[in-house]
């Protein structure tokens, strides 16, 4: 079926003919027909099936009606880097209409963003957190809206956001069309389907527990001393030419990218301790070729979008079988093919059978040749916990006592100055230690968090 046959408008058309779209994915021409009719839409579908295209278009052809300077169109996605992505992808598809489109999310200044809602751009794409910092201004204004997509629902469930969703919708016109979009789909989101969807129809392609059918899965033996070893033997070897990595914490993350520096690999990081403009140059960067390794946390699962990315590893092996699909489906997109390698230890066995029963099969074991499995490893790769708090209270306990010594110092003289200010302990009125944490950490904007990816 081509995409001639879905009534789409010729300027989308035209658009998807440049980007070397010949036909939907599945999810697609299941998707893109009821959505140009106006229908409700519950689909549940793999990480890289093409979902957002899926929903893009029925969108853009029906805005292609509307007159401009008003939001019709509102997008809510977990993370900031799937915000962006999705505002990218918009672009490409609507590069020949007047449609317009701007994104919305923590890190960034609000500035910008308020001046989209106050021009009323087509479509809104935005993280919970930082949309709800705006609605709490009278300028963000949703009365006219028509169109609100959910996508990556159960990303936003597993990062506590389904209060801020809730609280999204009292913003929103009760008549809408509600495109709901989710790789899988537990119990809570099955519920909140039934409170925002009006007799939806409902797409379910392949198995929910499954990655795509082009990634070739692989499992590596490994002892968790061995696992930076093992990896910059792949890399070395030309086993692996690009790969996205992921590890359970930003520590790892942050150790493994040095380690790999360090032995002339060109790799970068991003997790939620970096700012929005680190992990924007992370990603560019990985994109375009000049960094071949990102190492990242599950913070990356969702929201990047590599043409042809040949590999994923899991470094780590994720506790939980959906967090295995989401960061696999990061390879092997929109039906292409890719290679998911999992490094696992003898603690992680019982994690690994955990993914295996759900996806449905036993994977296979890979040995690597002339790699030697018994060598003593170069450093560990991650500080004890224990290790890391005793050296967290040693610093605080030199910083106070530097600041009772500066206490107990001589006060300086008032004479002939009227007495002057009063500074605090420490100079100035700061604290001892110094700044505050400047995040990047993903989520709602609260108590020190910022909207979402």
Known sequence: MPFTTLKLHPSLLLGIKELGFVRPTPIQ???????????DL?????????????????????????????TRALVIAPTRELAQQILDDMKDLAVHTPVT??????GVGMGPQEHALRSGVDIIIATPGRLLDHLRNSYAKFDKLEHLVLDEADRMLDMGFLPEIRKILRFLPQKRQTLFFSATMPPPIQALTREMLHNPVFIQKERQSAPASGITQAIYPVSQELKSALLLALLKRGDVKQALVFTRTKH????????????????ERIHGNRSQTQRTAALAGFKSGR???LVATDIAARGID????????????PMVPDDYIHRVGRTGRAEATGDAFTFVSRDEESDLRAIEKAIGKSLPRVTVPDFDYNAKPEAKLEIPLAQRIAEIRARKAAERARGAGRRRGPAPSTAGHGGGPHRGPGGGGRPAGGGGFRGGTYGPSRGGRTGGR
């Open 101 to 106: 489109g701007a994104a919305i999310y923590g």
């Open 29 to 39: 021409a299941e998707s893109i027909p009821p959505g140009v009719e106006g229908r």
């Open 306 to 317: 590599v043409d042809a990315l040949g590999h994923v590893v899991n470094f780590d092996v």
């Open 252 to 267: 790892r993350a942050n150790r493994l990218a040095d380690f790999l520096v360090r032995n002339k690999i060109n790799a």
């Open 291 to 293: 960094f071949p390794v």
């Open 42 to 70: 519950l689909a549940c579908a793999q990480t890289g099936s093409g979902k957002t295209a899926a929903f893009l278009l029925p969108i853009l052809n029906k805005l292609l009606e509307k007159p401009r300077g008003t």
